[in-house]
């Protein structure tokens, strides 16, 4: 069985641009996560859908990020104007109905400059 | 504020000694309690967990104790190894309906051969 798999792995950008991450869960796996997790810090809770429904995403700085997973399998997260704050490992996670094992992807580490 | 606590950022042992990390939470609704281990360079995986309606949960050398009236939790490793040098995260949530978890900040142990 396939895990989580995240794209890219790794993004250096400039101070005010664009960036999107690409999730693909567990298959099967109704319910996806994604985490920030800055550097000598744990994950935190950015957003998470159940299908394709937001569940929770009021972590997620609105101005500038945004999450969407339309068919309620894959997902993208995108920073519109990056800053050098958002600066972290963004990691995807996916669980089963009732399962409540987080399986992560190996994350995508952003350096914003 | 931070959901879930973990009070020591670092830990060195002894091979074969004992130790004991710590996780204090906010949210009298979290039900579910878990530890996840995550080695450099890569992402965390669950180690063991366990749901409110018990005190412990034993898995080999880890065992979880739940205190819900101190809302706090601690995991126990005995006969520390090498190979247990890693980040130790402390997460919980709902572990129904919602099933949101939030994560600690991690403690870095080093276990000394």
């Known amino acids: 069985e396939a895990g989580v798999t995240q794209s890219p792995r790794y993004a250096v950008l400039q101070e005010g641009q664009a960036v999107s991450f690409w999730c693909d869960p567990i298959s099967g796996h109704d319910t996806l996560y994604w985490y920030q997790q800055p550097r000598d810090q744990g994950p935190q809770l950015l957003v998470y859908f159940r299908d394709e429904a937001v569940i929770d995403n009021s972590q997620l700085p609105s101005d500038r990020f945004s999450a969407v997973r339309p068919k309620g399998t894959n997902s993208t997260l995108k920073i519109q104007s990056a800053k050098q704050g958002d600066t972290a490992t963004y990691l995807c996670a996916s669980s089963s109905t009732g399962g409540l094992t987080l399986y992560f992807g190996a994350g995508t580490r952003l350096s914003v400059l | 504020g931070q959901q879930v606590k973990q009070s020591s950022p670092s830990l060195t042992v002894q091979e074969g000694g004992i130790l004991i990390l710590n996780c204090d939470y906010e949210n009298d609704m979290f039900d579910y309690f878990a530890w996840y281990k995550k080695y450099p360079d890569n992402s965390p995986t669950l180690l063991i967990s366990?749901?409110?309606?018990?005190d412990k949960r034993e898995d080999g050398r880890f065992t979880v104790f739940l205190n819900k009236s101190g809302k706090h939790f601690s995991l126990h490793i005995t006969a520390s190894q090498p190979e247990d040098t890693a980040v130790y995260l402390c997460?919980?949530?709902?572990?129904?309906?919602?099933?949101?978890?939030?994560f600690g900040k991690g403690t870095s142990l080093t276990v000394i051969p």
């Open positions: 997460a919980a949530g709902e572990g129904t309906g919602y099933q949101n978890f939030y």
């Open positions: 366990v749901r409110s309606n018990v």
